[in-house]
C-alpha cells in the first residue's frame, strides 16, 4: 500500500485535468459556432463576477488560462445561472478562474445549442486534447445555426 489517499489526489483528476491553454484565435470559434444565433463578441469575466443572462456558450479557465470546460447555457439565468451552479462543485470553485462567454440570441433551439459546443469542441481541438471530456455531437450543426429561426 503506497500510503496515497483520495485526499492526495492532484486538483485536476479525471474531468478537471485542465486542457490546452486558451489563445488568441480560439475565441472567435465560439462566436463561429453559434452561427446566425450570435448575438454579440465573446467576452471574458472573473468567475465570481460574470453577468451573462443570455443562452450562449462559454469556457471555464484556471488561472493558467488553460481551458477547464466548454459547456452552453440556457434559460431564465443564461451562462451566468449555469456558473453558479457549477460552483456548487468544490474542485470549480477552486480552479475556475475566468470564464469566456459569447452570447446568443434567446431563440436558439436547445439542439441548435448542443450542436454549436460540440462544433466549438471539434473547433478547439477538445476531444482529442481533454479525452476524459464529452461533448454534444456536432450532428446538423449549419442547418441548426445556419438560418435564424424567431418563434
Not at 4 to 25: E, F, K, M, T, W
Not at 45 to 62: E, H, N, T
Not at 137 to 146: F, N
Amino acid at each position: 500500500m503506497s500510503g496515497i489517499g483520495p485526499s492526495a489526489c492532484a486538483p485536476y483528476a479525471d474531468a478537471s485535468a485542465p486542457g490546452p491553454v486558451l489563445q488568441r484565435h480560439h475565441v472567435p470559434l465560439l462566436t463561429h459556432a453559434l452561427g446566425c444565433y450570435s448575438s454579440g463578441e465573446p467576452f471574458w469575466s472573473r468567475v465570481d463576477s460574470v453577468q451573462a443572462y443570455s443562452p450562449g456558450l462559454y469556457l471555464a479557465l484556471d488561472a493558467k488560462h488553460r481551458i477547464l470546460w466548454l459547456g452552453n447555457a440556457s434559460g431564465a439565468q443564461g451562462v451566468t445561472g449555469r456558473i453558479r451552479k457549477h460552483l456548487a462543485e468544490r474542485w470549480k470553485r477552486e480552479a475556475f478562474h475566468w470564464i469566456w462567454v459569447a452570447p446568443a440570441y434567446d431563440q436558439i433551439s436547445g439542439p441548435a445549442l448542443k450542436a454549436a459546443e460540440g462544433w466549438a469542441a471539434e473547433a478547439l481541438d477538445l476531444r482529442t486534447q481533454m479525452p476524459h471530456r464529452t461533448w454534444p455531437s456536432s450532428a446538423g450543426w449549419l442547418p441548426l445555426v445556419g438560418r435564424q429561426r424567431i418563434a
